[in-house]
């Protein structure tokens, strides 16, 4: 059974919004009652009519925009793995703003901050918070909500509170009638007739004058994606810094106050990150100076989590057909060792079999290799010194240095 609201929001689309009118008629919309707001994986909408009935007509518009921009944006070929809700919040606070931008009203609960601008969901997703496991405290923690952030999130006081999961609407990946997950064949086919339908879209909202305000950027960035490299670096190497407050070492500052046995309070505690170590291939792709300069930037970030700012423990693994060690006490101070030739394997081989237990790896390699190997059981950065067209490892983050 269709819903009059749906199909009057979407009928008033056509000659209001063409740009996500096409993408919408591509969509099939789906009641579902087991599905709180409003949902899509690329193929279905799906709404629960209790949800839609206490929209406006307005709000209904506004929210088919939301959904519709999802798949346009292949966020939910996009998400490669990463934590749902994180990647929903990232993905919200990417196109929501196209929406507003477009004239279209969103209902109380959109996720909105000026920060994340001209960001896209990969970008976001890298500044987003953990999202809390069951009983923790909420994203963003808490305290006064960012410069900038939207206080639309909820008319009831909500703009002094931490970013949290949009109550409406979200992308789930696709899956296959049974459950399973499709085939990378399928979600290269599926990317495939996103992007004509996106393309098809812009050529018909341009012919009306009708294009969205800041979508030419957000098509330009899905068909040639970019993140700024130093950015997933300083999030990676945070990531790796493990830090804590404990009360083995009070914090000294206010021993003084309270009285005469003070205020005993935990100090801020970090580990050492320790042993990284690099592995790099022989191809011959960059030179020796170039690869200083990154190694330098990876340690100099690094070095911003260790106790007392000293460097990190490097080692350094070249790697053509077999590995060639290199121990170094300055992150500046190697040599390249053998030539030509790209295999990842031995490196991951080599870390596992010797028992070097590093605290995290940094390949820097062109990715023109599909010989991986194992994962060494930490994490793993790879640095692609330019782009590579269907690199994609079956472990670790990847970062474009030269875009």
Request: negative net charge; hydrophobic residues 35%; proline residues 8%.
């Amino acid at each position: 059974m269709k819903s009059p609201k749906i199909e009057k929001a979407a009928t008033m689309l056509v000659s209001d919004q063409p740009f996500f009118a096409t993408i919408l008629l591509r969509m099939q919309r789906v009641e579902c009652t087991k599905r709180p707001t409003m949902s899509t994986d690329g193929k279905y909408i799906w709404y629960n009519p209790d949800f839609v009935e206490g929209l406006t007509t307005e709000e209904c518009m506004g929210v088919l925009c939301h959904e519709v921009l999802h798949p346009a944006m292949l966020h939910q070929l996009r998400m490669n793995g990463r934590d749902h809700l994180k990647w929903n919040m990232a993905a919200d606070y990417a196109i929501n703003p196209i929406v507003k931008s477009a004239g279209m009203t969103l209902p109380e609960g959109a996720l909105l901050d000026d920060k994340y601008a001209n960001m896209n969901a990969e970008e976001i997703y890298a500044l987003l918070p953990d999202c809390p496991k069951e009983g923790e405290e909420p994203c963003g923690g808490e305290g006064e909500p960012q410069e900038g952030e939207s206080q639309e999130r909820d008319g009831d006081g909500a703009g002094n509170q931490p970013p949290q999961p949009c109550p409406w609407g979200g992308v789930e990946e696709p899956k296959n009638p049974d459950g399973s997950d499709i085939t990378d064949a399928d979600r290269k086919t599926q990317e495939g007739n996103w992007k004509v339908i996106l393309q098809q879209a812009a050529a018909t909202a341009k012919k009306a004058g009708k294009m969205p305000s800041g979508m030419e950027r957000l098509i330009e960035d899905l068909m040639e994606p970019k993140l700024d490299w130093r950015t997933i670096l300083a999030r990676w190497a945070g990531d790796l810094a493990r830090v804590d407050y404990s009360f083995r070492y009070p914090n000294t500052r206010y021993l003084g106050f309270g009285g005469q046995g003070g205020f005993v309070l935990p100090s801020l505690k970090k580990e050492s990150i320790g042993k990284v170590v690099f592995g790099m291939d022989t191809s011959g792709s960059m030179c020796g100076d170039e690869l200083r300069d990154i190694v330098g930037e990876v340690c100099g970030a690094l070095k911003e989590y260790e106790q007392d700012g000293v460097d990190p423990e490097v080692t350094i693994l070249w790697c053509d057909t077999e590995v060639h060690e290199q121990q170094v006490s300055d992150p500046s101070d190697f040599k390249p060792v053998g030539g030509g030739g790209t295999r990842f394997s031995p490196v991951f081989k080599h870390i596992i079999e010797s028992g070097m237990d590093p605290r995290a790896v940094v390949y820097l390699t062109d990715g023109y290799c599909d010989d991986f190997g194992e994962d060494p059981g930490c994490p793993v950065l790879w640095g692609l010194t330019s782009k590579c067209p269907g690199f994609d490892p079956p472990f670790g983050e990847t970062m474009v240095i030269n875009q």
